[in-house]
């Protein structure tokens, strides 16, 4: 499988050059980028510029953008203003949403890529039929954004009661949206299970999340290294080896002090879970 990771693991500090080339020279072949205002500035045309140049000269892949979750700089926090989710049942707030949405998928004018992996809500957020309508109108609207500039929506199955694996896949099952998933693994990991998970989602997985956690906190613990893990590894490989053409191994993990070289450590997790 391709070896990938996501930007998440510095997102909180700007995107240079300088952090993709250490990636690139680790000898990964792909990168996530990670929406947030604090790392990326997609509105920014010299920033976008810079990565257009880079990744035109480049042996690193940009394989997906994750899609932003907040407009301040402190993930949420100074309030629920900030907050980006397709699932606002408000239409004149969801649609300033969407557009903010519309302007990360523009990147791919400056730089190409095929994934945009997008959440259906917020963490925690409970199942209700006019949150579920709302992400309806929305993902309707941004699939053909999207695929106009060739990108794919990937939806990510994240802890909450739209975004199970069963709540996704009886959303696609009911909308037919033409959109493909993120399998989160550390997510699955939270809820039902990576086994069951993995087999109801397994046909439209185009990408994946790969972190660890103790089944109850979503930690993004790094696998094998960090402390706190509890997801059998072997279990979770011999179940993505049985579809290794349809995604990367994408790690998405979150940044500590206790890994002072992340890539080198991002190495050793994917030359290892390879060889379980």
Not at 169 to 182: A, I, W
Not at 187 to 210: E, N, V, Y
Request: hydrophobic share 40%; glycine share 6%.
């Amino acid at each position: 499988m391709t070896h990938a990771i996501s930007t998440h693991l510095f997102a909180n500090h700007r995107l240079t050059v300088a952090a993709l080339e250490r990636i690139q020279h680790a000898g990964i072949e792909a990168v996530e980028i990670f929406c947030a205002p604090q790392h990326l500035d997609y509105n920014n045309r010299a920033q976008m510029m810079e990565l257009k140049h880079w990744f035109a000269d480049s042996e690193l892949k940009l394989h997906s953008l994750h899609s932003p979750m907040y407009t301040d700089d402190v993930w949420g926090k100074s309030g629920p203003h900030a907050v980006i989710t397709i699932t606002e049942p408000v239409k004149s707030s969801r649609v300033l949403m969407v557009d903010e949405i519309k302007r990360a998928i523009e990147m791919a004018e400056y730089v190409p890529f095929r994934y945009l992996v997008q959440h259906l809500g917020v963490g925690g957020e409970q199942y209700d039929e006019r949150r579920q309508e709302a992400a309806f109108d929305s993902l309707d609207e941004l699939t053909v954004f999207a695929r106009q500039r060739g990108v794919e929506i990937l939806l990510e199955n994240i802890p909450n009661g739209l975004s199970s694996a069963e709540r996704l896949v009886h959303f696609l099952g009911e909308t037919h949206l033409h959109v493909g998933f993120c399998f989160d693994v550390g997510h699955a990991h939270m809820h039902t299970g990576i086994p069951a998970a993995f087999h109801l989602m397994k046909d439209r997985i185009r990408s994946t999340h790969i972190h660890d956690n103790n089944g109850v906190d979503d930690k993004h613990i790094f696998p094998f290294l960090g402390e706190g893990g509890t997801i059998d590894w072997k279990e979770t490989m011999d179940l993505l080896r049985t579809r290794p053409d349809q995604y990367p191994l994408l790690l998405e993990l979150k940044e500590t002090p206790e890994f002072k070289h992340p890539y080198d450590a991002c190495v050793e997790i994917l030359d290892r879970l390879e060889n379980l």
